[in-house]
């Protein structure tokens, strides 16, 4: 059989060579990346192997959500959750989807992020059709598309489940199981994130002759003071939220111009505004274009673009607290620590919490190494969340 016997390790190295590279708005000159496609198809193939009923979903075209089903007798049903994408392979130092170990790690593209939390998901999967205990849920492992610039992979299939639309299950799920880096902590609560672009616009012209032209990017100079001015006024001035801080602002690109010798006419930045659990992100957005027009000499000349990614946070709530409470248990009969955490990122979990489900963040590897050069998950954590997280599963009633 093509994937049996199943081995956490040797699926990571497995899936950490199928590229799922979301290209986050650049362009994909690579012809082996194919956005998660063969992710994708790499899963139907393992769910047909296992003889599992299965229902592969349009996202967007070219990118699915899948879900695979292992039918219970318990009358309750479990998500085991991740995402497909991965982020780009610029700038790494060891092969991108090599998934070559070395020691005590596997290195590659989403070994961290997140493709050591899915081979964990498939695992735990294939050991209770293997040897199924009474009493066991319904599990559903669903893996979704487009975590990474836009949760829209979540959304949709969270949206299914409201609406009936799954042929795997009917009604909601009792539960949702995100894997993520936590490094086997449980995160009951995180921020949630709205990003936009804004357009200074101005007019062309020679740059022996500024005057006559409208400067962009000096006008967006003004902009960028007055976000600035935002965060120390506004956000530094509020409260923190507990372990979750305070809100926060952030401009991480700038584009603008063609030439050194032309005056530009349009300048271009993107904007990241981390929000608390419980704040409106589109509310939110709206008071920093409000404070942003109040600050710059012409607001007419200044666009900003519908958000390209808007999530909520996740509120801590009694319901989370109780699904990570079953975690941190069963690690703690097997001697390990798992602390119930708050966190500053966003992940899939609110689109499942929006519609009534309790959802929280649960995985082996740590967000220190999620997108980095030298990406790289320790063996030992691989081991240890899936033997939790089985066990989780066999208890679960």
Request: hydrophobic share 35%.
């Amino acid at each position: 059989m093509y994937f049996m016997p199943m081995d956490v390790v040797e699926l990571t190295q497995r899936l950490v060579q199928v590229p799922s590279v979301n290209p986050m708005g650049h362009a994909v000159d690579q012809p082996e990346i194919q956005l998660e496609r063969r992710l994708t198809d790499f899963l139907e193939a393992f769910f047909r192997e296992l003889g599992l009923a299965y229902e592969r979903s349009e996202v967007a075209p070219g990118r699915d959500n899948i879900v695979g089903c292992l039918p219970g007798n318990s009358g309750k049903t479990i998500v085991l959750e991740a995402h497909q994408d991965t982020v780009p392979i610029d700038g790494m130092t060891v092969e991108p989807f090599g998934g070559k170990r070395v020691g005590d790690r596997i290195y590659g593209r989403g070994a961290c992020d997140v493709k050591g939390g899915m081979a964990m998901a498939l695992t735990v999967l294939s050991r209770l059709q293997e040897n199924p205990s009474d009493n066991q849920p319904t599990i559903l492992a669903a893996f979704t598309v487009n975590e990474e610039c836009g949760f829209t992979g979540a959304r949709h299939l969270a949206q299914q489940w409201q609406n009936g639309e799954s042929k795997l299950v009917t009604g909601l799920p009792d539960a949702v199981f995100v894997a993520e880096p936590t490094e086997m902590h449980v995160v009951v609560s995180h921020k949630g994130v709205i990003r936009w672009r804004c357009h200074a616009h101005g007019q062309a012209a020679h740059s022996s002759r500024p005057s006559v032209g409208d400067n962009a990017i000096y006008r967006m100079g003004t902009v960028l003071a007055a976000i600035r001015e935002y965060e120390q006024t506004v956000l530094d001035q509020q409260p923190e939220v507990g372990v979750l801080g305070k809100a926060t602002i952030s401009v991480g690109t700038i584009q603008g111009g063609v030439s050194v010798n032309t005056v530009p006419d349009s300048c271009t930045i993107e904007i990241d505004r981390r929000v608390l659990p419980g704040e409106s992100q589109e509310a939110i957005r709206q008071e920093v274009i409000d404070f942003i027009a109040a600050r710059v000499d012409d607001p007419t000349k200044i666009e900003h673009d519908p958000p390209y990614m808007s999530s909520p946070g996740l509120p801590l709530s009694d319901a989370n607290q109780a699904l990570a409470q079953r975690i941190t248990d069963v690690a703690s009969q097997q001697g390990i620590t798992s602390e119930h955490k708050q966190v500053a990122y966003g992940t899939d979990s609110p689109a499942y919490f929006a519609i009534g489900v309790p959802s929280v963040v649960y995985g082996p590897g740590s967000l220190i190494q999620a997108h980095t050069k030298d990406e790289f998950i320790e063996v030992e954590q691989l081991y240890k969340a899936t033997d939790i997280l089985e066990a989780v599963c066999r208890s679960f009633s």
